[in-house]
């Protein structure tokens, strides 16, 4: 299970640190807030290559 992870310099995320606690958990926020590149780290820590353009 995923606990805890920690994003530095990607994309437009500087430094950010997320802990996952047990049971249901929601991603919301504002257009543009980040939601899809958080999927896109999780998406390259999982093995997903990354996209060459």
Known sequence: MLRHLTLCNFVIV?????EFLAGFGALTGETGAGKSILIDALALTLGERADAG
Do not use: V
């Open 14 to 18: 500087d430094r950010l640190e997320l």
